[in-house]
């Protein structure tokens, strides 16, 4: 069983920061990729940064450097480090991670319960 636990949410003004972490526990035998989404009441959930396994990381369009997605692989946590954030940014942050918990058998997605972000004055 892969659980994925989100923290750090709030309420931040705009221009502010913030940081959500992730813990990951469980029995992972590998790990595909790492990311961050976030879903807003009436709309479809949104990609905003993924690590993909050996590196890669992508940004959606909207957050590119302003946001930053990390992990610290000792603390088997990923975080997103949140800058000049907008009103645009509230939303319901959710974790997600593609791993295997077997040899041989499919990655699949696990999720976290979600953190609520919400950007105002």
């Known amino acids: 069983q892969v659980q994925l636990v989100e923290s750090g949410g709030g309420l931040v003004q705009p221009g502010g920061s913030l940081r959500l972490s992730c813990a990951v526990s469980?029995?992972?035998?590998?790990?595909?990729?790492m990311a961050w989404y976030r879903q807003t009441p009436g709309k479809q959930r949104e990609l905003v940064a993924t690590?993909?396994?050996?590196?890669?990381?992508n940004y959606m369009d909207s957050v590119k450097d302003r946001f930053i997605i990390t992990t610290d692989a000792a603390k088997n946590t990923l975080y997103l480090q949140m800058n000049s954030v907008k009103p645009d940014d509230t939303a319901v942050y959710y974790c997600?991670?593609?791993?295997?918990?077997?040899?041989?058998?499919?990655?699949?997605?696990?999720w976290g319960q979600g953190t609520q972000v919400t950007v105002s004055s």
């Open positions: 997600n991670v593609i791993a295997r918990t077997d040899w041989g058998t499919l990655p699949k997605n696990y």
């Open positions: 469980g029995s992972i035998r590998s790990i595909e990729a």
């Open positions: 690590i993909i396994s050996g590196g890669s990381i």
